[in-house]
């Protein structure tokens, strides 16, 4: 049976290097992101999603706005958010903010909400990371009261409730497509399937076929609740080059540049050589040729049976142009491959 799939490619706004090898300011990262969104649109990429973060690493703190301009200057290709950190936000907001781009691009918004694997967010907006569990509970939970649109009437602890209040706009469709993006945790895969959501599953290190046991609870979840199964998607780094020696090259001291920073944080130490040859060879890097990235995206794409994959392709101080090449890769060589092998 073929198997059909939806392939996208995400962006954190890395902040990058020019041409001299100083960083580039964040206004004209941001700049270049919409660029490269660009090109992914007319190159016939799927998905196009950027990911909110509130450190100087990371140039998209309101994917929204960033979402909003990037649809005045495309025509086909979706868009969305990888991810939107709904605890530290207002439900409400973050689907107005979205029902807004979902009107401007025509009906091509999608959302994928989380908790977000930094926290930052919580102390410039005021909440305590003590509560990061139960404000993620509470705003899903109001959040997927409005997805179907129409008035509302909810009850929670955190905030007050609402009685048959509508929000505004609505969605022209009837209801804005809205993805769990999970990070490894059972409770988050069966949270997706009692909200009869989509599953984004973030895959960032080590085999992707560990992860087949939340594919089959979430199919299993499903099979209780007697529903149709929802997609399911990987959001996995990546980068592609014309060969795998150039690739490899290309990545390997601005993506170890960019771990041995978020590592620091985390007591995790530097990353070796051998380390990120494994993760080319056999983890959930998907690094190299088109032919190899493909050939690895596919097998992925059986093992855990996914509608959607989505390869994060800008990593650390990795260069505009590169990206923008790895891009062209992605759209004319890559996703035909793919098709080609799973159909």
Do not use: C
């Not at 909440?127 to 409005?146: C, V």
């Not at 101080?317 to 060589?333: A, C, D, N, V």
């Amino acid at each position: 049976m073929r198997q059909s799939i939806e392939l996208g490619l995400d962006t954190f706004g890395d902040v990058t290097a020019g041409a001299d090898g100083r960083l580039l300011s964040h206004a004209q990262v941001i700049r270049n992101v919409i660029e490269e969104a660009v090109l992914a649109d007319r190159i016939g990429i799927d998905f196009f999603g950027v990911g909110e973060h509130h450190r100087a690493d990371f140039a998209i703190s309101a994917p929204e706005v960033v979402l909003a301009a990037i649809a005045g200057r495309t025509s086909r290709i979706r868009l969305g958010s990888a991810v939107t950190v709904l605890s530290s936000d207002d439900p409400i907001r973050v689907f107005q903010r979205f029902a807004t781009v979902d009107a401007a691009s025509n009906g091509r918004a999608e959302v994928i909400l989380g908790r977000g694997s930094f926290t930052e967010s919580f102390p410039l907006f005021g909440f305590e990371l003590s509560q990061y569990q139960d404000l993620f509970e509470e705003k899903l939970d109001l959040f997927a009261a409005l997805i179907g649109g129409g008035a509302i009437t909810w009850r929670g602890k955190m905030r007050p409730p609402l009685t048959d209040q509508l929000v505004f706009p609505p969605i022209e469709t009837g209801s804005l497509k809205t993805w769990i993006g999970v990070g490894g945790s059972p409770d988050s895969v069966v949270r997706a399937a009692r909200y009869n959501l989509p599953l984004m599953l973030a895959i960032i290190g080590g085999d992707p076929k560990r992860f087949q046991p939340y594919a089959e609870l979430y199919h299993r979840a499903f099979q209780q609740l007697g529903r149709p199964v929802p997609p399911i998607g990987v959001h996995s780094p990546g980068y592609v080059a014309d060969t795998d020696g150039q690739a490899r090259e290309d990545l390997w001291l601005d993506y170890k540049g960019m771990r041995d920073r978020i590592g620091a944080e985390r007591g995790w130490p530097p990353m070796a050589r051998a380390e990120f040859d494994q993760e080319a060879d056999r983890g959930s890097l998907y690094v190299g040729s088109p032919l190899t990235v493909a050939r690895k995206i596919a097998a992925t794409a059986k093992a855990l049976g996914l509608a959607r994959f989505d390869m994060k392709y800008s990593a650390g101080t990795l260069p505009h142009e590169k990206l923008m090449r790895g891009i062209e890769l992605y759209g004319s060589q890559v996703i035909p491959l793919v098709r080609e092998i799973l159909g």
